[in-house]
């Protein structure tokens, strides 16, 4: 399955919402009917941590301005209002089809 | 607090061997499925392969182009993963990470070790 995201890079003013697309190039809707999409961030130097799985289940201590939507194949991450410690690279990942796959990923940064 | 912590990463020659450790801390191993995934230049973040929980017997999937190479082996005496890489390639450079496998998706990661498959 790949992963496509738009836009690769995203220039965003604190304060204000942002959002970034994630495809799949099939449905990731599994047979037992759940999607499992979800959305890493990657700060420099760190590891991805999980902010989202099952399309729009916020990981433990994920604050709420970040929220996942979707169907089928298209997916969106929003933050309801960018926080300086947004900044980042946001990957979309699919673990319905085997084996899992990543999209490139999406860089944040602040105006 | 769950903690994993990987070790053993390097410089190695092409066709060479090299072995990493994951340090669990927090959970059992044995419970979880534990994967290894790997960023590199070209191909960004890329699962490699994993070991699956012992209640579903503990067998092991790989990625395609790491199959037959690479070996992911669990130590439950020392709650730790491994991943034994032969056969290295200059695409296998790399940050590896072990990441612990919950609800379908990666919960937990480790900080990442690098690879670097050189002459």
């Known amino acids: 399955i790949v992963m496509t995201q738009t836009p690769l890079s995203s220039p965003v003013t604190l304060g204000q919402p942002a959002s970034i697309s994630c495809r799949s190039s099939q449905s990731l809707v599994h047979d037992n009917g759940n999607t499992y999409l979800s959305w890493l961030h990657q700060r420099a130097g760190q590891p991805p941590r999980l902010l989202i799985y099952?399309?729009?289940n916020r990981f433990s201590g994920v604050p709420d301005r970040f929220s996942g939507t979707g169907a089928g194949t298209d997916f969106t991450l929003k933050i309801s209002r960018v926080e300086a410690e947004d900044v980042g690279v946001y990957y979309c990942m699919q673990a319905t089809h085997f084996p899992f796959t990543f999209g490139p990923g999406t860089k944040v940064e602040i105006k | 607090e769950v903690q994993l912590v990987e070790s053993g990463g390097g410089l190695v020659n092409p066709g060479g061997s090299l072995k990493l450790s994951c340090a669990v801390s927090?959970?059992?191993?044995?419970?979880?499925?534990m994967n290894w995934v790997r960023q590199t230049p070209g191909k960004g973040l890329e699962w490699v392969g994993r070991?699956?929980?012992?209640?579903?017997?503990?067998?092991?999937e790989y990625a395609a182009p790491v199959k037959g190479r690479f070996t992911i082996s669990r130590d439950d005496s020392k709650n730790t993963v491994s991943l034994q890489m032969n056969s290295l390639e200059t695409e296998d450079t790399g940050v590896y990470y072990c990441?612990?496998?919950?609800?379908?998706?990666?919960?937990?990661w480790g900080q990442g070790i690098v690879v670097t498959v050189s002459s």
């Open positions: 990441a612990a496998e919950g609800d379908w998706t990666f919960d937990y």
């Open positions: 927090g959970f059992t191993v044995s419970n979880v499925f």
């Open positions: 070991v699956k929980s012992e209640t579903h017997g503990g067998t092991t």
């Open positions: 099952k399309l729009s």
